[in-house]
């Protein structure tokens, strides 16, 4: 069943100060060609707590995501994470940093084996040191590490019995599990996920839920983008809501998915948008994919 976090929260106001921010966005532009993707003027998400990010398509969700992370630069604007600016930072510093995103399984990826795919996750691999490559005793110590704590976190996520399987004969949801528990191998400080619900099968849904939540219980920042509006309202403690590259609401998920700003940004795209509504959450059939996907 769904936690809820324990930290106090902030007002409900675009742009809203955080009691204890980790990441802090400001005045952040990025266009393609005459088009502004992402237009954001003050953002602060805070320490400790589950954020959703949500908005219709083409909202700039993805181009912030990918700035924020280092994947792509902005126009202009900066950012800090942690007390230090990041901003024009590679993706590699700000993983370094303990900003760690999570990225779809490539198909280069799915042909390397679930283990192999954890290993591929480890910070300061011996093998980029040139020097230390060339000490075969520092090589397999650092391995043996690696491996140990790939084997560790796989089991955390129900993936060890499946360590020599190709990625690739994953499930979509075991995917999102992977993709999860590589991101771990960093011990990164905050995680952002790249819709961790889609593709996944409604019975592991339950489960990944929980594993998100769990992360947050052990103190680790979460950052999601996500389209489905059940999940993001199950799980989520803070919720921003972009559109035309600008956030236009932000809150808790009861109120804000109501706002009838953010109604009507997804109005604006989809008539039929659904953003949510408890009620299907049945917990009794909850319960009940719950237990079905412990017995597999
Ligand atoms: N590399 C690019 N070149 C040109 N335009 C781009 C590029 N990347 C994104 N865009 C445009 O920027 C806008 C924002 O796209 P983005 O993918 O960030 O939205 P999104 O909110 O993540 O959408 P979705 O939910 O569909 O993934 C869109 O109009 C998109 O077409």
Redesign the pocket.
């Given at each position: 069943m769904a936690t809820e976090t324990t930290a106090t929260l902030a007002e409900p106001v675009v742009g809203s100060p955080k009691p204890d921010p980790i990441l802090v966005v400001d005045g952040v532009q990025r266009r393609?060609?005459g088009?502004t993707?992402v237009d954001v003027d003050h953002l602060e998400v805070q320490r400790g707590v589950i954020t959703a990010l949500i908005?219709p398509?083409?909202?700039?969700?993805?181009?912030?995501f990918n700035l924020l992370t280092g994947f792509d630069q902005p126009g202009q604007g900066t950012w800090s994470f942690d007390g230090r600016p990041i901003a024009g930072k590679s993706g590699a510093s700000v993983a370094r940093a303990g900003m760690v995103r999570t990225f779809q399984l490539t198909k280069a990826l799915s042909r390397l084996t679930v283990l192999q795919n954890m290993l591929l996750a480890t910070p300061h691999h011996p093998g980029e040191r040139f020097w230390l490559s060339w000490l075969p005793f520092t090589w397999r110590a650092h391995e043996r590490a690696a491996e140990a704590k790939a084997l560790e976190i796989l089991e955390r996520f129900k993936l060890d019995a499946k360590r020599d399987d190709y990625a690739g004969s994953l499930s979509g949801g075991q995917r999102k599990l992977l993709e999860m528990a590589r991101a771990l191998m960093t011990d990164p400080t905050m995680i952002m996920l790249d819709e961790p619900m889609a593709g996944v099968n409604p019975a592991l849904v339950q489960s990944l839920l929980g594993h998100v939540q769990a992360l947050r219980d052990e103190g680790m920042t979460v950052l999601f983008?996500e389209?489905d509006m059940h999940a993001v309202r199950h799980i989520s403690d803070w919720v921003v809501v972009?559109a035309e590259g600008r956030v236009v609401a932000e809150g808790p998920p009861s109120s804000v998915m109501s706002d009838p700003a953010v109604v009507d940004a997804y109005l604006g795209a989809h008539h039929d948008t659904d953003l949510g509504d408890d009620a299907l959450l049945d917990p009794a059939m909850l319960a009940r994919l719950e237990s079905e996907e412990e017995k597999r």
């Open positions: 393609f060609g088009m993707a908005g398509n083409g909202a700039g969700k993805t181009t912030l983008v389209h972009m």
